[in-house]
């Protein structure tokens, strides 16, 4: 065990990439993200879990079929399983998601920890590094972010 704190914003620095959310740290099975987002995402749903937008940078808009609810820095707001949703960033903003580890951020179902086809070795919260095997299925859409990359 460390007695080092996760800084968010030491994390945000190591990466550009947009709507590909980092893992920072994990819980049980749950894992926290953090992402840098801009643009409209599309529109997706998660069968089997609910999820946790966190805004910690920006403005972060969630559209849904019969509404929408705005964040700002500081606000979070939880989408229950099953309920189709879009996020837009009109400018870039910085979320943490916090959902069960092997969460697609598409929504799409798949079989291991990476829907990538590739393994990933990394280092968690604690220190302690970690590999996750991944299976070969393939991105059926051009956002899908590769699985569990830790930062």
Known sequence: ????????????????????????????DYQFKLAKV?????????????????????????????????????????????????????NECHIMLVEPRGVINTGESHTGENNTGE???GENNTGESHTRESDTGQSRNKLTAKNDVWI
């Not at 065990?1 to 049980?28: C, G, Q, Y």
């Open 1 to 28: 065990m460390t007695f080092d704190a996760i800084n968010f914003n030491e994390k945000l620095a190591k990466f550009n990439d947009h709507w590909s959310p980092r893992v920072i740290a994990e819980m049980n």
């Open 38 to 90: 801009e643009g409209a995402f599309i529109w997706h749903q998660h069968d089997d879990t609910d999820e946790v937008f966190i805004v910690i940078n920006g403005t972060l808009n969630i559209e849904f079929r019969d509404g929408k609810v705005t964040l700002n820095a500081g606000e979070m707001y939880v989408v229950p399983k099953g309920v189709e949703h879009k996020p837009i960033a009109n």
């Open 119 to 121: 393994s990933h070795t």
